[in-house]
């Protein structure tokens, strides 16, 4: 039987989509340290994790805070909230498939058989009947309430949750402030006010969390005034001066922006991102068309790939649209408005570009379908949603530093947002 440690890496596996680990190689576990740090704020070495996936002989346990944050990572609150739903899960099954020791001729005296399934017959009607009388009822969702209050129109930005869950039998109660499980707060079922800091812009979906279920979701834009950027920084982001990267023809963060604020480019590159969100007039996916002009300008060390993003942000789930150096492009994974495409089982060879040169990136609604392009070539193609999306903002994402121009976003052929 797999052990609790066995089974959350198998989560993790099931999660990254990345194949059999068995296969991964070394920028493999480079990733996942990369991937776990985005996630959680916390940096288990690319040795570590070869070690808990067994690819380094090492006979000690993992300690606490690599279980945690593994835990975390697989959507757990912690190791022990893991183990114990693991405790729940497999437990009963273990009683009820257990066998028979081979001392006990059971094969030979069918009337044993018979009265031990009379007994495991009459135990679980028992068993069910006094569930069911003890089973208390669980309240509809029209028995909660769930609002979100923000307190201003900046960056980073509090909000006030107001919420009612005393009719839950449960005592586990969350607040989440978006679709990511680890921005989950346990909350106190007899309270009803309950405050989280928003440390980027973006549309949101705050949702109260009922023990495993969500009860209600609140709608939530943090909005930009024009334009932001920033680096990647846990658990603060490191916000930057608009003359520090915004420029007369070009959104650029020059390398010295990034080595004057003390983050480190070795071993793992920094993130940096520029925002503009809830500056222009909604544009429905239904028609569309948009274009920008991209490139990233590192390309040393672990910056090799030269990973870039695009993303429209909408009121629903996002277009991220990846881009990186056309022989990176198994890692890449596109966001089509919802649906998730892996470049591990996806052709997204067409989103490899060559960074000595701007990459032009666009994308448009055309007969039911999104169009994505790069250079005039189409990458990709992908059903555009069923329910009403609409862009509230856009989003430019770097490993390590990069530029933007000629941003053009378009709705039924007329001009609704242009910058540089």
């Not at 070869?50 to 690819?55: D, S």
């Not at 839950?168 to 106190?188: C, F, G, L, M």
Request: positive net charge.
């Amino acid at each position: 039987m797999p052990t609790d440690l066995e089974r959350l890496l198998k989560i993790i596996e099931q999660k990254l989509d990345w194949g059999e680990s068995n296969t991964w190689q070394s920028r493999d576990f480079d990733n996942l340290n990369q991937r776990i740090f985005d996630e959680t704020g916390v940096s288990l070495s690319a040795s570590t994790l070869r070690r808990v996936w067994g690819r380094v002989e090492y006979k000690h346990l993992p300690s606490g805070t690599t279980l945690d944050t593994l835990a975390k990572f697989g959507g757990y609150e912690s190791w022990r909230v893991f183990t114990k739903t693991q405790t729940i899960s497999v437990a009963p099954v273990s009683n009820v498939t257990e066998k028979v020791p081979p001392a006990f001729p059971v094969h030979k005296t069918p009337w044993l058989k018979i009265a031990a399934a009379s007994i495991i017959i009459v135990a679980a009607s028992l068993t069910a009947i006094f569930a069911f009388k003890k089973a208390p009822v669980k309240a509809a969702a029209t028995a909660y309430s769930f609002s979100v209050n923000r307190v201003s129109s900046e960056i980073p930005n509090s909000v006030i949750f107001t919420y009612d869950a005393t009719a839950a039998i449960e005592d586990s109660i969350y607040i989440q402030q978006s679709w990511d499980p680890t921005t989950r707060t346990a909350v106190d079922k007899a309270m009803h006010k309950h405050s989280s800091i928003y440390y980027e812009p973006g549309f949101y979906h705050a949702k109260l969390v009922v023990g495993k279920n969500v009860v209600k979701e609140y709608p939530l834009l943090i909005p930009t005034g024009g334009w932001l950027g920033m680096i990647s920084n846990k658990p603060v982001p490191i916000y930057l001066e608009p003359n520090e990267f915004v420029h007369k023809d070009s959104l650029q963060m020059p390398l010295a922006v990034i080595t004057k604020n003390n983050i480190p480019l070795e071993p793992m590159l920094p993130q940096i991102k520029f925002y503009n969100v809830g500056n222009f007039t909604p544009v429905p996916l239904e028609d569309f068309a948009f274009t920008v002009d991209v490139k990233n300008e590192y390309k040393v060390g672990s910056g090799v790939c030269q990973r870039a993003a695009v993303a429209l942000i909408t009121d629903q789930s996002p277009i991220i649209i990846p881009l990186s150096a056309l022989g990176c492009v198994s890692d890449l994974m596109l966001l089509n408005a919802g649906q998730m495409v892996s470049g591990k089982k996806t052709d997204l060879s067409g989103f490899g570009v060559d960074f000595s040169n701007w990459a032009q990136v666009s994308c448009k609604s055309a007969n039911g379908k999104i169009e994505y392009r790069i250079n005039g070539k189409l990458a990709y193609e992908g059903p555009q949603p069923a329910k009403s999306v609409k862009i509230v903002g856009v989003g430019f994402m770097f490993q390590g530093t990069g530029a933007v121009k000629n941003i053009h976003l378009n709705s039924k052929g007329t001009s609704v947002f242009r910058a540089f």
